[in-house]
T-cell receptor, first 113, second 112 residues
Framework: ETGVTQSPTHLIKTRGQQVTLRCSSQ?????VSWYQQALGQGPQFIFQ???????GRGNFPPRFSGLQFPNYSSELNVNALELDDSALYLC????????????FGPGTRLTVL | DAKTTQPPSMDCAEGRAANLPCNHS???????VYWYRQIHSQGPQYIIH???NNETNEMASLIITEDRKSSTLILPHATLRDTAVYYC?????????????FGGGTRLMVKP
């Protein structure tokens, strides 16, 4: 157990819909990162938030957006869902932006039909 | 961040040492070597990291060659619960977003 929780565990959406995934960071961690993991592949970095500001972004289109709240919980929003968005979405929190270990949550499995 | 090369899969007998190699021949002087593992249906778990000295913690040992172009993660007494995908990652520690770039990893199967 890492202390990082994600909800929901599983989600099914249809193409074109919008989805919001939630993450609660480990206590005291001010940095959260989101990753997308397609079946059989390693996680791919989407973006990171540090003290409520986006602090780095991977190669994902603008329809992937996020928020970090004052209590350091976080949301990942995906608009106009595509079939290829089906994946495991992971969030990871860390104590200090830019260094040391990241603590991952169990992930949300999104299926787009 | 430098790219890494790992064998796609390895087997290890329970109770024996598991030695997982990683090649990172283009690593820069300020890049660290990190190891994470992902047990089926769980999020990745941090194992260990190092810059140039060998490192050991309660989970594993990390051996980095003198030229830093390769490293080996050692699980001294593998158990069935160590069956997982192991990722070797090299990255610079900075404040500009500490993303982890995961490759394909090594699927370690520990057998009884």
């Amino acid at each position: 157990e890492t202390g990082v929780t994600q909800s929901p565990t599983h989600l099914i959406k249809t193409r074109g819909q919008q989805v919001t995934l939630r993450c609660s960071s480990q206590s005291g961690h001010n940095t959260v990162s989101w990753y997308q993991q397609a079946l059989g592949q390693g996680p791919q970095f989407i973006f990171q938030y540090y003290r409520e500001e986006e602090n780095g972004r991977g190669n994902f289109p603008p329809r992937f957006s996020g928020l970090q709240f004052p209590n350091y919980s976080s949301e990942l929003n995906v608009n106009a869902l595509e079939l290829d968005d089906s994946a495991l979405y992971l969030c990871a929190s860390s104590l200090v932006a830019g260094r040391d270990e990241q603590f991952f949550g169990p992930g949300t499995r999104l299926t787009v039909l | 961040d430098a790219k890494t090369t790992q064998p796609p899969s390895m087997d290890c007998a329970e109770g024996r040492a598991a030695n997982l190699p990683c090649n990172h021949s283009t690593i820069s002087g300020n890049e660290y070597v990190y190891w994470y593992r992902q047990i089926h249906s769980q999020g990745p778990q941090y194992i260990i990291h190092g810059l140039k000295n060998n490192e050991t913690n309660e989970m594993a040992s990390l051996i980095i060659t003198e030229d830093r172009k390769s490293s080996t993660l050692i699980l001294p007494h593998a158990t069935l619960r160590d069956t997982a995908v192991y990722y070797c990652i090299v990255r610079v520690e900075n404040n500009a977003g500490n993303m982890l770039t995961f490759g394909g990893g090594t699927r370690l199967m520990v057998k009884p």
